[in-house]
């Protein structure tokens, strides 16, 4: 049985920039997969879109890059959180 539009998936982030995330998850999805993926940084939610762009498989999960497609002020304020959050 496949996937269903709009399920919940769990993944941990393990890098983010303003135009991509690197995630790590047990569910394989395919290239292409457009995901809506929601996370917090510094107390602010973030909602972002984004094509997986390259996956890596290991045993027991998949790392996969996912380029962000953000409008301009949903990149402004994630770089201004990653700033607070490095310092």
């Keep these: 049985m ?18 991509g995330i690197k995630i790590k998850t047990s569910v394989d999805l395919p290239l292409e997969t ?3 993926i929601s996370f917090s940084l ?6 972002v879109t984004g094509t997986i762009r390259w996956k890596k498989d290991y045993i027991n999960y998949i790392i996969e890059g996912i380029q962000l497609q953000n409008d301009a002020f949903v990149q ?12």
């Design 2 to 19: 496949g996937r269903q539009k709009g399920e919940l998936l769990d993944g941990q982030i393990l890098d983010l920039s303003p135009n």
């Design 34 to 36: 457009e995901l809506h």
């Design 42 to 47: 510094n107390n602010i939610q973030f909602d």
């Design 76 to 87: 402004k304020s994630l770089i201004n959180e990653l700033k607070l959050f490095v310092k």
